[in-house]
């Protein structure tokens, strides 16, 4: 049975509750509604409808060690969910045909189905995510290597060197993460002119009620400040630049310090709604093995919010450089850059990218509350296998066998547990410096 078809029809079959939230993760409504939303759902009869190029461009992050036409294959897709096969003129789906179906749909509807998907996902997973009453959010931002073309140089850019320019030309992207499910809530992409605050600030402004977003340095921003606080109980936290003082309002005691960070007249009047001042609480804090340091919150008070707790919650903003590491390692399996080799086919591939990463984590997180364990404790590398495993076969179950078959995957996936993380320490150091070959100029 096609994927395509799978997700659409075993929705009216008997099956536990856990296989029905599985088999509507993707649910081909929101499929059709992104289509719809972005112009380009598939109108007459082709080899390659619309929403087989979706889950398509879905597949080639799942299996990126495969040739498209072979994920094709796999995945069952093409020509109303069945397999791929000739047209009346008798000629199959080609390379080339699959590259003009992706030409047509475009990178829109793969960004309306993220949202669409994260908003679903994030909502059920929810109760994960709680502290103290507010879900836990990072945001950060990376690059990904692209390939060495005009077209993408000219639109991503590359970023220098001291020397010379980068190899390759790369896309910027910034995301928020819920931190303990490690679900993308919110991703952005854009080229490397574009900054990564110029890229957050929209998904800041997006954030939901009752949040607490983990901020690195590289965010602190008064605007981003105000405006995360603008929404309903939203909250930040994030650690301080060392060259960034206020003026103190309330001395230390313990951890904790009040000051006030004044907002100059400049910034202001570029942004009428910047107020004079900020109220910022300093909590101050130092683990084994560094230097001490400080983090600004907007969480005012001490009795509620505990300074040691708030130490040890920052850390948990690596959660989304692990996510980062997932998607660049595991998904793209370290390959040296994407496959597209043009933008709008970049943008595409990036959005099924993280379509891809957020369907396996929401697996591991069902399979996590299965056994108990928090979502970061189960293998994020071994699930990916267990799920595409699962997914080639989906094609050829019959639709009563997929409750079992579904069944018997969170089982193993919930096997899969990493033992408890030790406290480690790790010097800036590395093993291989840089090699002594003549560095190979772009064209």
Not at 131 to 142: H, I, M
Not at 258 to 284: H, M, Q
Request: proline fraction near 6%; charged fraction near 25%; aromatic fraction near 8%.
């Amino acid at each position: 049975m096609p994927l395509g078809e799978w997700l659409s029809c075993v929705g009216s079959r008997p099956r536990s509750d856990d296989f029905e939230q599985f088999s509507q993760a993707i649910d081909m409504k929101w499929v059709n509604q992104a289509l719809s939303a972005a112009g380009t759902k598939s109108i007459r009869k082709r080899k390659l409808p619309s929403n087989a190029v979706v889950w398509l461009v879905i597949g080639m992050a799942l299996f990126r060690d495969r040739a498209i036409p072979s994920v094709l294959k796999y995945l069952g897709l093409g020509d109303s969910g069945e397999q791929p096969k000739s047209d009346s003129t008798g000629g199959p789906v080609t390379s080339g045909g699959i590259v003009r179906a992706r030409d047509r749909v475009g990178p829109q509807p793969l960004q309306e189905l993220f949202g669409i998907c994260a908003q679903h996902w994030v909502n059920e997973l929810d109760g994960t995510n709680d502290w103290r009453g507010y879900s836990l959010y990072g945001v950060d931002g990376s690059t990904l290597r692209l390939p060495d073309t005009g077209e993408l140089d000219s639109y991503f850019g590359r970023p220098g060197t001291g020397r010379a320019p980068s190899a390759y030309p790369q896309a910027r992207v910034v995301a928020v993460m819920a931190l303990r499910s490690r679900l993308l809530s919110a991703f952005a992409v854009g080229p490397l002119s574009e900054g990564e605050q110029t890229l957050a600030e929209p998904l800041l402004q997006a954030l939901p009620p009752s949040s607490l977003v983990i901020l690195d340095r590289g965010f602190i921003d008064y605007g981003s400040f105000v405006r995360i606080q603008h929404g309903e109980n939203r909250h930040w936290l994030c650690r301080a630049k060392s060259n960034l003082k206020g003026r103190v309002i309330q001395p230390r005691q313990g951890m904790d310090e009040f000051i006030e960070l004044d907002i100059n007249a400049k910034r202001r009047k570029e942004d009428p709604t910047l107020p004079d001042s900020l109220k910022i609480r300093v909590v101050y804090y130092q683990v084994r093995g560094f230097q001490p340091q400080r983090l600004f919150t907007s969480l005012l008070d001490p009795v509620a919010y505990p300074a040691a707790e708030l130490a040890t919650l920052y850390h948990q903003r690596w959660e989304l450089e692990l996510g980062f590491g997932e998607k660049k390692t595991q998904l793209l399996d370290r390959r040296e850059t994407i496959r597209s080799k043009k933008k709008d086919g970049v943008l595409q591939e990036l959005w099924g990218l993280a379509l891809a990463y957020n369907l396996v984590r929401v697996v591991m997180a069902r399979a996590a509350r299965h056994v108990g364990v928090e979502p970061y404790r189960i293998s994020f590398r071994n699930s990916l296998w267990v799920v595409r495993d699962f997914l080639v076969g989906a094609a050829y179950i019959e639709p009563g066998a997929l409750p079992r078959c579904y069944n018997l995957m969170i089982e193993e996936i919930a096997t899969l547990i990493l033992p408890e993380r030790r406290e480690r320490a790790y010097p800036r150091e590395v093993k291989i410096k840089m090699t002594g070959y003549k560095r190979k100029e772009p064209k």
